[in-house]
């Protein structure tokens, strides 16, 4: 990648965001040809390396894609580990290792990686192998967060009901497999697997498997089942199908929000639907409520001292109202106004969030930088491009940060990004040309992509509101 233009910290952020997205995941294979696998033996390595050490949670999101876009050869190598490993393991990793598996965070994600590469064009690998690793993972392995194991009954609840249950009120844990510190965290784990079955969904479709298909199309859409409309956010069920008694968006589950989210309170999980964006828009109350809440999110403030939210919630940093920066869940958000009519938002936004919690410095990231996935989210950002849904073969525009940027893809083309008069005070997109033609969409294929060409965009001081409201 190549830049012009932009601040001289600007750009020593871009670069150094776009090394530091480039370091995850390791290459363990010595001497060119062998490795030590999660069977504990010696193998060969054949005709690709192997990789590990990728908190897939924090990745999945924009470091994979990116990675993807930029070397696609080297992602395949890292699919390919990542089967090799449920061969010799039985499961796909969550936070695969040096030394196997580490049970961390939730999710099963691996299917997004795997499922985004394919959609993309990256496909020297074994997709019957892939899928039946992505459908062994989501039909028998347990979902608790931070557990490694077979299903439990609580992963029971989620396969016969729709939701992964939460403790009420008062009452004590007693599921033995439950994680004393990292507790149930329902809510994220419904709606982290909701977006992994709709990823499994797809991969049923590309093969052919129309029955799993429709099955696990379904499942993707358990989040619905746990928005409360009478509050309008998602909230906590227990096992009977009742809603947790006195639930506080902002500040309930605890410590981190673990008795019902991961790390974050359910002004950020709400939005957490990334597969069915529109879907999550209806049950909100269509556009307009939609970008109402959006703006609530980035001005609603803490009920009390800042310092005891952080107390609460350590890992959200790099706040904005209850919009945190600082982890991963929220990466997508700021890109939400496309859906609602107000792409002007999302440019005003993500600028914002750039110039405030990304600098030159030695404590330059918000957060933790987790394998490169807070540099990641900069450079796609900084390009004015976001994969709001890893799986779906599309990018979000935003607002370019440099008068230029070079994209050498993988497959040898170039692809520029253009954006004349570009500054901090220039943020918003005037209007838009795609290889001479006009451009009125604030999405863009993957495939325009990788044909190579220019996209131009012209910048000014003042919204374009009528810029990119054509989803068509």
């Excluded at 803490?302 to 945190?324: E, M, R, S, V, W």
Aim: charged share 25%; proline share 4%; glycine share 10%.
């Amino acid at each position: 990648m190549e830049i012009k233009g932009g601040s001289e910290e600007q750009r020593t952020v871009f670069y150094t965001a776009l090394y530091r997205s480039q370091l995850n995941m390791s290459n363990i294979t010595e001497d060119g040809r062998y490795y030590g696998g999660y069977d504990h033996r010696v193998h060969e390595s054949g005709d690709h390396d192997f990789y590990v050490h990728d908190n897939i949670w924090d990745t999945y999101r924009s470091l994979h894609p990116l990675q993807l876009l930029l070397d696609p050869e080297r992602k395949r190598d890292m699919i390919r580990s990542y089967l090799r490993m449920f061969e010799q393991s039985g499961f796909l990793p969550q936070f695969p290792s040096l030394r196997g598996d580490l049970p961390m965070m939730t999710g099963n994600h691996a299917a997004a990686m795997i499922v985004d590469a394919y959609r993309k064009g990256c496909r020297d690998f074994d997709h019957e192998l892939a899928y039946r690793a992505m459908k062994k993972n989501a039909m028998e392995w347990t979902m608790l967060p931070w557990v490694n194991g077979p299903l439990t009954e609580l992963d029971r609840v989620y396969l016969d009901k729709g939701f992964f249950p939460a403790l009420g009120k008062g009452q004590t844990e007693w599921v033995k497999e439950v994680d004393a510190f990292e507790k149930r965290q329902a809510v994220a784990v419904t709606l982290e697997h909701a977006y992994d079955d709709w990823c499994v969904a797809q991969m049923a479709l590309i093969l052919g498997y129309q029955d799993d298909y429709a099955y696990f199309m379904k499942r993707a859409q358990n989040y619905r089942n746990l928005f409360d409309e009478t509050i309008g956010f998602m909230a906590p069920k227990t096992a009977d199908g009742n809603w947790v008694k006195e639930f506080a968006p902002k500040l309930g589950g605890g410590l981190g929000g673990r008795d019902y989210f991961s790390e974050c309170n359910s002004w950020v999980y709400t939005f957490h639907v990334q597969h069915d964006i529109e879907g999550l828009i209806e049950l909100i109350g269509g556009q307009r409520a939609f970008e109402k809440k959006l703006d609530n999110l980035f001005t609603e403030q803490y009920d009390g001292p800042k310092y005891a939210f952080l107390g609460q919630f350590p890992d959200a940093t790099g706040l904005i109202g209850q919009y945190c920066q600082g982890n991963e869940p929220a990466f997508h958000i700021p890109y939400l106004y496309n859906y609602a009519g107000a792409p002007w938002k999302t440019q005003r936004r993500t600028r914002e969030i750039m110039k405030l919690w990304y600098q030159a410095t030695p404590a330059g990231i918000c957060g933790d930088e987790d394998n490169g996935a807070m540099s990641s989210w900069y450079v796609f950002s900084a390009m004015g491009l976001y994969p709001v849904c890893p799986g779906k073969p599309e990018y979000e525009i935003g607002s370019p940060l440099f008068e230029e940027t070079k994209l050498r893809l993988g497959n040898g083309s170039t692809f520029i990004i253009r954006a004349n008069g570009a500054s901090d005070r220039n943020k918003y997109i005037q209007s838009a040309k795609l290889n001479g033609q006009v451009w009125n969409n604030s999405r863009i294929e993957h495939r325009l992509l990788e044909q190579g060409g220019l996209l131009e965009f012209e910048m000014g001081s003042r919204p374009n509101k009528n810029w990119g409201i054509d989803r068509s």
